[in-house]
C-alpha cells in the first residue's frame, strides 16, 4: 500500500515538474526568436538599410530577445514567393513592394497607381489617413502586416528614345512596373513584358527590354546606367510612386509578446519620423550622379508633362481599376482626398 501511496506521489511530482518545463519553453520560445527577413534587393540598397536599421534597433530594445536573420538579393525566396511565405508563416519578415502581391489582392494595386500620389512626403502621410488605414486592414485580412511604409520615386529609363508624353511610349518592349501601369503603356503602344527589378539588366542586355519603369533606387543598385541612354528622372516631378513596406507576418505577429509588439510599433514610429524621408529624399540625387557620370541622357519632367499623364492615367489605368476590381473607386477617391 505504501509503495502505491510513494509511486502515486512520484507520478504527480513527474506530471507537475514536467508541466513547469513545458510552461518554461513555451514562455522562453515566445519571447526568445530569430526572425527571418527577406527581399530582392542588394545588400546595401536603402530597402535593404530600412530591414537592418528597424532589426537592430528592436533587438537592442528587446535586450537580444528578438534577433533578425537578413536574406537579401532574392537568396531566400523569389521576389513573388514571399507574400505566400509570409502568410504561412514560413517568412517572418519582408522588405515588400506591395503591388506585387496584387494577383492575390488586387486591391493593393492602389499602391501603385500612376499619379496617384503627388511626392514621397505626401505618400508617407497615407498611414495616418483613410487611404492606408484601409490598405493596412486589407493586408491584415490576408494574412500580412504593415510596420514601416516607404514610398519610392521613379522615372522611365530607355536604350532608344527619352520617354516624356504618352505618345512616346508606342512600340517600345517595356517593363512598366506594376499592373495598372502595364495596362497605361499597353494602351500607349507598348508591348509589355513582366518582371522583377532584380531581372531588368539582363533583359536590357540581351534585347528582351528596350524601355522601363522602376524606382530611383533600383535604377542605381542594379546599376542600369550601363545599359540604359536615357532617362526621365523624378526631380521635379513624377508619375511612379510605389509603397516598398517593412511587412511582418500576421502569424509571427502574434507569436510575439505584447511587450515586443510595443516594441515593435514604436520603432517603426520612429523609422516614419526620424529615418524613412531622410534617407529616401536623396535617392534621385544619387540617381542623376549615377546616371550623369555614365553619360546617359536626363531629362526632367515638367509640370505639362506630368499633367498630360495625369490625364492618361485617369482615362486609362484609373477607369480600370474601378472598373474592375472590388472597391476600386472608393480606394482611389480615399488616394485622391489624401493629395489635397
Not at 126 to 136: E, L, Q, T
Amino acid at each position: 500500500m505504501r509503495s502505491i501511496k510513494s509511486l502515486f506521489c512520484l507520478t504527480i511530482i513527474l506530471a507537475v515538474a514536467v508541466s513547469f518545463l513545458l510552461i518554461q519553453a513555451a514562455t522562453s520560445s515566445a519571447k526568445s526568436m530569430t526572425l527571418k527577413v527577406s527581399h530582392q534587393f542588394a545588400k546595401g540598397d536603402v530597402r535593404d538599410q530600412m530591414g537592418r536599421v528597424f532589426g537592430e534597433m528592436v533587438t537592442k530594445r528587446t535586450n537580444g530577445e528578438i534577433k533578425f536573420r537578413h536574406y537579401p538579393a532574392k537568396s531566400l525566396y523569389k521576389p513573388k514567393e514571399q507574400w505566400d511565405a509570409m502568410r504561412k508563416g514560413a517568412l517572418d519578415m519582408s522588405c515588400f513592394p506591395l503591388d506585387y502581391a496584387s494577383g492575390k489582392v488586387p486591391q493593393l494595386s492602389i499602391t501603385l497607381m500612376p499619379c496617384s500620389v503627388a511626392n514621397i512626403q505626401q505618400g508617407l502621410t497615407w498611414r495616418n489617413k483613410p487611404i492606408g488605414k484601409k490598405v493596412d486592414a486589407l493586408m491584415e485580412a490576408n494574412g500580412v502586416r504593415n510596420l514601416v511604409w516607404a514610398w519610392f520615386d521613379g522615372g522611365l529609363g530607355s536604350k532608344i528614345r527619352q520617354i516624356k508624353v504618352p505618345a512616346d511610349v508606342k512600340g517600345t518592349k517595356l517593363r512598366a512596373a506594376g499592373k495598372k501601369y502595364e495596362f497605361m503603356m499597353r494602351e500607349a503602344g507598348a508591348s509589355i513584358t513582366s518582371m522583377p527589378s532584380s531581372e531588368t539588366y539582363h533583359a536590357l542586355s540581351t534585347g528582351v527590354l528596350d524601355t522601363m519603369m522602376t524606382s530611383s533606387a533600383s535604377f542605381v543598385s542594379y546599376r542600369l546606367y550601363e545599359v540604359l541612354k536615357y532617362i526621365n528622372a523624378p526631380r521635379d516631378y513624377s508619375i511612379w510612386y510605389m509603397a516598398e513596406n517593412l511587412v511582418i507576418s500576421e502569424k509571427t505577429w502574434q507569436r510575439l509578446t505584447p511587450e515586443q509588439q510595443k516594441i515593435f510599433m514604436e520603432v517603426a514610429e520612429w523609422m516614419h519620423v526620424n529615418w524613412i524621408y531622410p534617407n529616401f529624399k536623396t535617392l534621385v540625387d544619387k540617381l542623376i550622379a549615377a546616371y550623369t557620370k555614365a553619360g546617359v541622357d536626363i531629362h526632367y519632367m515638367n509640370e505639362a508633362e506630368f499633367n498630360a499623364w495625369m490625364e492618361y492615367a485617369k482615362e486609362t489605368a484609373w477607369k480600370n481599376f474601378a472598373e474592375t476590381v472590388d472597391g476600386g473607386q472608393e480606394l482611389l477617391d480615399l488616394a485622391a482626398d489624401a493629395m489635397k
